[in-house]
């Protein structure tokens, strides 16, 4: 079964270091999403691409956060500087379109900011 | 934005039927899902419903929506231990973007008990 691949598992970091995650969709996957799930929360939307570009990054904190799908495949979400309050899941889904088959999920990064 | 909200816990005996419920502010909404969460793992699909439909029924899942008060729920007949896990309820919605996306509760966490 096709899966969504992230990487690392799990990152610690500390406090105004960089740090990087990465995400390979679906194969045929257009449509990529970052998520953020902090502990005991749903999981909230940072950025969505379609293809290379970015449909929403209006959730994204954009004084230290980036994201890019330059091949319109994989993706990569940076922090810099990291801060305490950025330890939570960072999960990357991808989907063809909207539909009953919704998102696929990967098993995210968990990352701890000390 | 849009909120979809659920109850934070749900605790049953082994073998009794859970009944997980959301609700959401979207009437414009085409299809709602429900995700499971076990500790440490990304979000499954379990399963989902078109928004003209009222119930669906998939093995021991029953998903009921009611448009009119924007109410939808998850019934798990036969509760297993294996059951527990954090379940979500998302709705898709259009992003300020103009793109789909998903909007999750925060989660109802259900233990089983043997």
């Known amino acids: 079964e096709a899966e969504v691949a992230q990487s690392p598992r799990y990152k610690i970091t500390e406090k105004s270091q960089a740090v990087a995650f990465w995400c390979d969709p679906i194969?045929?996957?257009?449509?990529l999403y970052w998520y953020r799930q902090i502990l005991g929360q749903g999981p909230e939307l940072l950025v969505q691409?379609?293809?290379?570009?970015?449909?929403?990054d209006s959730q994204l904190p954009k004084d230290r956060f980036s994201a890019e799908r330059l091949k319109g495949v994989d993706s990569t979400l940076k922090i810099q500087p990291a801060e305490l309050g950025d330890s939570a899941m960072y999960l990357c889904a991808s989907s063809l379109t909207v539909s009953k088959y919704g998102y696929t999920f990967g098993s995210g990064t968990r990352l701890t900011v000390v | 934005g849009e909120d979809v909200e659920q109850s934070l816990f749900l605790s049953v005996r082994e073998g009794d039927s859970s009944v997980i419920n959301c609700t959401y502010t979207d009437s414009s909404s085409t299809y709602l899902y429900w995700y499971k969460q076990e500790p440490g793992a990304g979000l499954q699909l379990l399963t989902y419903?078109?928004?003209?439909?009222d119930m669906k029924q998939d093995q021991r899942l029953t998903v009921l929506l009611n448009k009119k008060d924007k109410h939808l729920s998850l019934r798990i007949a036969d509760t297993q231990t294996g059951d527990s896990a954090i379940y979500f309820c998302?709705?898709?919605?259009?992003?300020?973007?103009?793109?789909?996306?998903?909007?999750f509760g925060g989660g109802t966490r259900l233990m089983v008990k043997p």
């Open positions: 998302a709705e898709s919605v259009i992003g300020l973007g103009g793109g789909n996306m998903l909007t």
């Open positions: 691409f379609q293809d290379e570009s970015v449909v929403d």
């Open positions: 194969s045929g996957h257009a449509t």
């Open positions: 419903i078109f928004s003209n439909m």
